[in-house]
């Protein structure tokens, strides 16, 4: 309820990109340190360190894999978000500040007696799903896997869990049980109460836009200054070949494959046999199965009733089938009986069986000939998988061993397609909906990380056929040139050149009421046509009925003054706001009012944040952090390279 007095860890990018230390045993493996390039010492001399947290060095390259494993992160969710963009948001910013934090508070417990022996870190390695086998449980094999396919070692790993773990030590307790005394608890209820009533005008910018259009040298500075507007999202040209069955030779089976599995199969299959359907009751004991079976044919559903139990059904089956399904005894016994008969009890693996008889059915011995339609089926189909097997084996050798694309597929006889520039999440770039061929589907992940010119081989859902395809042309992500997207930048300068214009009409506005106008008479002395004041008269609980998303001008009139007027930016350049209060009725909540309990709570939550906070200052005071601005300068260049280009 009281949610919206406070946003804490609030970016451009989300709370996605917020590693809070609380929770970094969740997170150490997919934030992935490296090796520290740069050794120890108390200094940044050397030039490659990015900061010294105390005595210890944090290296460019440590820093560059965490800021790269953070987009990794992102592209779970936003599979088109590039380093370019991350970084422009203040995303690495953000991943520097958290592994500093991380830095200084593993050496900030250490140094005060907290501990992360070997013990603990093998416990929480063992509790983590990722490394998990085929059984649920901790897998060695998993583990290795895991850390070999993100490039890490057992050392990083285990360094990140017990850094996780301190930081669970030293924080928990800080934030842990934290509560806001009660007279204060009751003012932030009250405030739920409190009804206010004002307006809000609107001056959007279009209402001031320019109409005509912009200089040359207008256009090239609105465009420099924000380029980050324009990036593009990489794109890549994949060519590609599907091949299956139409790629093999003749795999019809020959008359002696054909005569080799009648053979092979004629006593299980094609010899006459006897197939029954049983009525089936498992108990404990013999004496218990012996008595249910002196009990008669028609009272063993009545019998398995009075017990709890249920009768299973066992639908048409051979001898050997029921065999391996309970006991070679148990299968004895139900096939010596008669028709309509109980069997002798008989043990299997899960008891006593009680088995009765309910229908049988001789089958008689097919020939080869009578056999040949289901033999040929089912040779075709191995001889098929075998061959698409051995096949896909060659296209892979040929990946081996350096041949192209263009190579593979005139061997395979097939023909090779080439898409559309498209993005990772699959669209066609530019094209709004038009999305990849589904073939692509399985492989669109691995070739937005692959090199140009370099095939790979994927099998297609059913197994039936093989993907074989290659990236043909990268094309980074960066801002597109002007002269690509004059009409998207002229857009953008109109809209811009009209919120600078909606900001002055604003400021006029703002004047006017100061000096006695209504708000409504202070809009209404514009020349431009801006639209009728919205007038508001709600109070907090009704705000915050509305949700996590209160429009930003609501916001700005329940944190105002009474009598006070304010004007407010829109986003993205669509305008201002001016908002004024008009008169404030205090809210009134009684002691025992269920907004009270709410209130507690979520006080409670926000000030064991203030706690958390506010030691993880303290901490890197007394830790010490000194950064190399020049170094983090040069990894940010390394991550983005030049974006001035196409």
Known sequence: MLSFFRNIFKTKIGLALTIGFVGLIGVAFAVGDVANTGGLGGSLAGGDNVAVVGGDKVGAAEFSEAATNAVDQLRQTNPTISMAAFVEQGGLTEVLDQLLDRRAISAWARKHGFSAGDNLVNSEIRRIPAFAGADGNFSETTYRQALAGRGLTDATVRRDLADGLLAQQALVPAAFGARMPQKIAMRYAALTKERRQGGIAVIPSNAFAPKGEPTAAQLTSYYNSNKADFI????????????????????????????????RDRANLYAARELRTFSQLIVPTRQAAEAIAQRGPGALETAAREAGLEVAKIPSIDRNGYAAQNSAAVAQAAFAANRGAIAAPARGALGWYVVRVDAVQTVPARSIDQARGEIVAALTAEKRTRALSELAGDVEQQIDEGNSLSDIVRSLKVDVLTTKPVVADGRVYGSGTERVPDALAPALASAFEMEEGNPQIAAMPGGETYLVYETARITPSAAAPLAEIRADVVAGWRQAAGAAAAKA???????????GQTLSQAVAAETAALPAIETINMTREELASQGQRVPPALALLFSMARGSVKKLEGPNNAGWFVVNVN????????????????????????????YSDSLRAAIRKDVGVERNAEAVAAVRQRLVGDNSAN
């Not at 506005?509 to 000096?515: E, Q, S």
């Not at 009725?585 to 409670?604: R, T, V």
Request: glycine share 8%; hydrophobic share 40%.
């Open 505 to 515: 009409a604003a400021d006029r506005i703002l004047a006017r009421v100061g000096k």
């Open 583 to 610: 008169s404030i009725e205090p809210g009134k909540i009684a002691p025992n009012d269920p907004l009270m309990a709410q209130a507690s709570q979520s006080l409670g939550q926000l000030l064991g944040r203030e």
């Open 232 to 263: 593009r999202p990489e794109r890549r040209i994949l060519r590609y070949a599907v091949f299956g069955a139409d790629s093999l030779g003749s795999v019809q089976p020959t008359d002696a494959e054909i005569a080799a599995r009648y053979a």
